[in-house]
């Protein structure tokens, strides 16, 4: 929304892994199972209402049953798809499969699917999933946005290469950090 409203720069989109809980196990566990043990079920369940409206405002109806996993194989995912010019489309399809679908993203025939819809190659994005060839560097980008940036969670957002900002902020915030990077550019 940030950018979209704000017209005085172009903006390109790189997404950087961050794992949550690498403790999570790659085939996943019921996400209600999980999200309880983490905090009081009224904790959980009160999280749902606003999350619901704000993502009707932007057309996005979440649904909160299957499964969340270790992310490592979305994230090379996400990273083989940024070397084929398609990064944007797969976490389009990823977040969709997640939070709308209820699909478990931690799963290669799942990724895979996603990839072949936005574009990828499915018999190369298979490959590269199981080979897990991309799992080194995108260890090695999780570490180095920690260390440079202080990311602890989600959403963590790098503006040009200079500015941390954590969590869900509104268009004003984003629009001034926007302008000062213009100003010392």
Not at 72 to 79: D, F, I, P, T
Not at 141 to 152: L, P
Request: glycine letters at 8%; proline letters at 3%; aromatic letters at 10%.
């Amino acid at each position: 929304m940030a950018m979209k409203s704000y017209n005085k720069a172009n903006f390109e989109i790189t997404w950087l892994p961050y794992t949550l809980d690498p403790n999570l196990p790659v085939d996943g566990i019921n996400k209600f199972k999980y999200w309880y043990s983490r905090g009081s079920k009224e904790a959980v369940d009160s999280s749902f209402g606003p999350t619901d409206r704000a993502g009707n405002a932007v057309g996005i109806t979440f649904k909160y049953g299957g499964d969340v996993a270790n992310t490592s194989r979305s994230h090379q995912l996400s990273e083989y798809a940024r070397a084929q010019g398609k990064q944007n489309e797969v976490m389009t399809e990823m977040f969709a499969d997640y939070h709308e679908k209820e699909r478990n993203i931690g799963s290669i025939d799942v990724l895979v699917d996603a990839g072949n819809r936005a574009g990828l190659n499915e018999d190369e994005t298979r490959k590269v999933l199981e080979s897990e060839s991309l799992k080194a560097t995108v260890q090695k980008e999780i570490t180095d946005v920690r260390r440079k940036f202080g990311a602890t969670g989600v959403p963590f957002f790098v503006i040009d290469d200079q500015f941390g900002v954590s969590g869900a902020r509104d268009t004003s915030t984003f629009h001034k950090i926007f302008d000062e990077v213009l100003e010392s550019s």
